[in-house]
């Protein structure tokens, strides 16, 4: 079966960190698009970043020079590493993989970052 299983979230403080665990399993990991997506209460889903299969990195705006996304493809495995957080980044945050069309997408994760 197809499955993205997101780990890692949680409360923290303002100014603090989390990294962002999404683990892979019944695709051809190496080969997807893997990205971060992110929704937070009565607003729509949004792009937080994105890593293609040759490692490149795209960010949104409000998180580039705070979040880092990478991938170990021996694991299966997407991380988004955040730094510096503030109270908007609060949101459910979504792994999704995609491939020619193909799209998988996570449970998601809660992230508060609350003082």
């Known amino acids: 079966q197809v499955h993205l299983v997101e780990t890692g979230g949680g409360l923290v403080q303002p100014g603090g960190s989390l990294r962002l665990s999404c683990a892979a399993s019944g695709i051809i990991f190496s080969i997807y698009t893997m990205g971060w997506y992110r929704q937070a209460p009565g607003k729509e889903r949004e792009l937080v970043a994105l890593?293609?299969?040759?490692?490149?990195?795209n960010y949104a705006d409000s998180v580039k020079g705070r979040f880092t996304i990478s991938r170990d493809n021996a694991k299966n495995t997407v991380y988004l590493q955040m730094n510096s957080l503030k109270p908007e980044d609060t949101a459910v945050y979504y792994c999704?993989?995609?491939?020619?069309?193909?799209?998988?997408w996570g449970q998601g994760t809660q992230v508060t970052v609350s003082s």
């Open positions: 999704k993989a995609g491939y020619r069309g193909h799209d998988v």
């Open positions: 890593i293609w299969s040759g490692s490149t990195t």
